[in-house]
């Protein structure tokens, strides 16, 4: 078993600092201002747990921004990590940073730092010039129970590198023996002695065994490209001579030789090595390209799906720029996700921040196919008003469309909506086909619409508990959000409401006796019974009588207050319904004197 390893809010950076390195910065974090009062609470997710998620791009929420240069894996206990290049200014100590989501890879938190400061001893290695002013690039890989945390140290734009590595026997903070051991240099450039004599930039590492164990770091960055050095268990670091038996298996040779951040997964008999193409860490400007070829054997040659090797120019381009998503690269792969950042055209706040993106790849023909449309969320129904009564469960539910499909994080308002609140526990947002889209919304259901864009289609239900009728009037809504844009549901308000006792037509009401006038015949007397006034014929005759306008003023009698709508006095009704009854009573026994005679 190998596990392959790649905002919270701080003071807010300008644009321009994107252009410094490889960075992950400080994002200021979204808030909502403060509720006048507690609103509804959310009790549960979706009781259905989602099916796999649909190929193509998978939305993300939460803090999922700064992060550059993603290392992702999915532990044995269902968490999702993304291990990240540290902050600049060494904010936070500068050292790898850790993402984390419990749901699936959908919703993302800060979860510190490996480190709180960079080692004493790589300061040392640069104390001739500038030291670095974070750590890059992470990998973690897990062998026979221990992780592998590679990183790197650069002066940026330099080949004055260095891989070095960490180890962990868990990733759970929690676990008692949770640490992360310094364990030193791996490799540095410049090095000599490879073959050729030729050079190699030391970051980016990323680790795969091939087929008997034994295990290689990919490793590389513009001048040469991309090179593969043999290493050994359990120390993870490289054998002797490492030099001499150290591959050139991708090289671009065209001027500045841009590419980097190899990463080798191993699957169905192909090694797939994944690079970036272009420039990275400019913003709007960054050309970041991921692109993929593939070898029969680990040390290459690695082929495009033209058949070029990448030792030579080839590479299939698999990822860049579509819609929001600028100058995707930096990648890693779990399984059939690729994760990696881009430069966020929709973040209207710092615009191009790096962020977290992840797309779930799909395989055709024994190639990784990435799903590059690009649809903004759009709301297809709800939420609705919805009535509870006090301590009741209130259920709204919304349909969104978009591409990648969109993700539902609901809010609500106790203040007439001047401000929000995002609720505590979100539910899952489920994709068309893992589980029944609300009635009246879906594509089982015919609407033309949502057939179109099934493969786009989502739902989130939300659930609120409602302790009492303080309550009554809290407003929901939804942000519908994707990697291209957000949208915003309309309001739906929560009603609270005493229930209503049903009215069971012609049924006496215990509360309110007639009056002791009421003409009532006696059995078998063969009067005839008085009828009642039509609909709006009731006298008013205030508080104390027993006409519509007394009726109307009695309090607490749900029954009353029925009656009253129709015109029709209590008292009324109950001499009808008790006539009706007494003069059945009177007819049977006429017929039975008659029988007699």
């Known amino acids: 078993m190998h596990h392959r390893l790649r905002r919270s809010t701080a003071t807010l950076i300008t644009a321009a600092a994107l252009a410094l390195g490889p960075v992950a910065l400080a994002a200021p974090g979204w808030a909502a201002g403060p509720a006048a009062a507690p609103a509804a609470q959310p009790v549960a997710a979706l009781a259905t747990e989602p099916a796999d998620d649909p190929v193509g791009g998978k939305t993300l929420v939460g803090e999922t921004a700064p992060i550059h240069d993603p290392a992702l894996v999915v532990d044995d206990d269902g968490t999702w990590y993304a291990f990240s290049t540290g902050r600049v200014g060494r904010e936070n100590g500068g ?177 797939y090595l994944f690079v970036s193409f272009g420039a990275c860490c400019r913003g709007a400007d960054s050309t970041y390209q991921v692109a993929v070829g593939r070898s029969e054997s680990v040390t290459g040659p690695y082929l495009d799906r033209e058949g070029k090797d990448m030792y030579g120019g080839g590479g299939t381009i698999l990822l860049e720029e579509h819609g929001a998503v600028v100058g995707p690269g930096g990648q890693s792969v779990f399984g059939d996700y690729l994760a990696f950042h881009y430069y966020d055209a929709s973040n209207e706040e710092i615009p191009y921040f790096p962020t977290l993106g992840i797309q779930r790849l799909d395989w055709v023909d024994g190639w990784p196919v990435a799903d590059q449309r690009v649809e903004l969320p759009t709301v297809v129904t709800g939420p609705d008003d919805v009535t509870v009564a006090p301590g009741s469960t209130a259920t709204f539910t919304t349909t969104a469309a978009g591409i990648p499909s969109p993700v539902a994080e609901w809010e609500t308002s106790t203040d007439g909506g001047a401000t929000w609140t995002a609720v505590d526990e979100q539910p899952r947002t489920v994709p068309a086909g893992a589980a029944p889209v609300a009635a009246g919304g879906g594509p089982e259901n015919g609407d033309p619409a949502l057939v179109a864009a099934a493969d786009g289609v989502a739902t989130s239900i939300l659930e609120l508990s409602v302790a009492s009728a303080e309550q009554d009037g809290t407003l929901v809504r939804a942000r519908v959000t994707n990697a291209h844009g957000t949208s915003v549901t309309a309001t739906a308000t929560l009603v609270v409401a005493a229930p209503q006792p049903p009215v069971v037509p012609g049924e006496p009401s215990p509360e309110v006796p007639g009056p002791p006038d009421s003409p009532v015949p006696g059995p078998g007397d063969g009067a005839a019974v008085p009828p009642a006034p039509a609909t709006g014929e009731g006298t008013a005759t205030g508080p104390a009588g027993t006409g519509q306008a007394g009726v109307r003023q009695q309090a607490g009698s749900t029954r009353t207050g029925a009656l009253a709508e129709t015109g029709t006095s209590l008292s009324q009704a109950v001499a009808g319904a008790l006539g009706l009854g007494l003069l059945g009573a009177a007819a049977v026994v006429l017929a039975r004197r008659r029988d007699r005679a």
Do not use: C
């Open 95 to 271: 050292t790898i940073q850790i993402a984390t989501s419990h749901d699936d890879g959908t919703t993302w938190e800060y979860a510190g730092t490996v480190w709180d400061e960079i080692p004493a001893w790589i300061d040392e290695h640069f104390a001739d010039g500038a030291l670095p002013d974070n750590l890059w690039a992470p990998e973690v890989y897990e062998h026979d129970g221990t992780y592998y945390l590679y990183y790197s140290a650069s002066r940026f734009g330099t080949d004055d590198s260095l891989t070095a590595l960490a180890t962990n026997v868990t990733l759970d903070p929690t676990d008692p023996g949770y640490e992360w051991v310094d364990q030193g240099l791996v490799v540095e450039s410049p090095v000599s002695g490879l073959p050729g004599d030729v050079r190699f930039n030391a970051i980016d590492a990323g680790i795969v065994e091939d087929e008997a164990g034994n295990p290689f770091m990919a490793i590389g960055s513009f001048w040469y490209g991309i090179f593969l050095v043999p290493l050994e268990w359990p120390s993870g670091k490289p054998v002797d001579g490492w030099q001499a038996q150290t591959v050139n298996i991708a090289d671009r040779f065209i001027p500045g030789n841009p590419v980097e951040a190899p990463y080798i997964t191993h699957r169905d008999g192909y090694y």
